[in-house]
């Protein structure tokens, strides 16, 4: 093999590890927000002695919480689909799977489940669910400022007609 073949694979393993670690901790996050969630106010967090519940240690607690709770809710997992294509295309140099097509699906997938979410999660009254509600503090704020402005009726139809024209445009047939 030459140097440019062992570097790809090098990084493909490399990314695998980081969305295997970020996959790991999100989804304990999803189990041990609760307990953990003090830990973001202690001044010591970082200190060996403090304790944290999440799988992926404390470093894994800061990144579950910046993807689930800060910024797309559990939408932010399409995020985590994106980094295994991206290591998948590293590692086997596959080229069959469009990377840029594959971006652009799950990044506004993830932004648009983060609305999706964030309005039902503020229907059923479950918008503090894993810190930042079902679609996370990002969507919480983008459906919050169109129920301000335009109401939530209206609010509910964009939200279909977005999902709608998404689902549309990705389709294949």
Known sequence: MDKKVTLLKCAGLAVFVLT??????????????????????HPDMM???VE???WG?????????????????LGSFALIIL???VAARLFFRNRQVGLLRTAFI???????????????????GS?????GGLGGDAGYAVVMWMENLVGSFVTALLLIVLTVGWLIIFNKR
């Open 83 to 85: 980094l295994g294509a």
């Open 106 to 124: 799950t990044v506004s997938g993830t932004f648009l489940s983060s609305l999706l979410l964030s309005y039902l999660s503020s229907l059923f």
């Open 127 to 131: 918008d503090t669910s894993f810190g």
């Open 20 to 41: 295997a670690f970020i996959f790991i901790s999100s989804v304990s996050y999803l189990f041990t927000w609760k307990s953990d969630q003090s830990l973001m106010d």
């Open 47 to 49: 200190e060996q002695g």
């Open 57 to 73: 240690g404390k470093l894994g607690y800061n990144t579950a919480v910046l993807l689930v709770a800060r910024c797309f809710g």
């Open 52 to 54: 944290v519940a999440n």
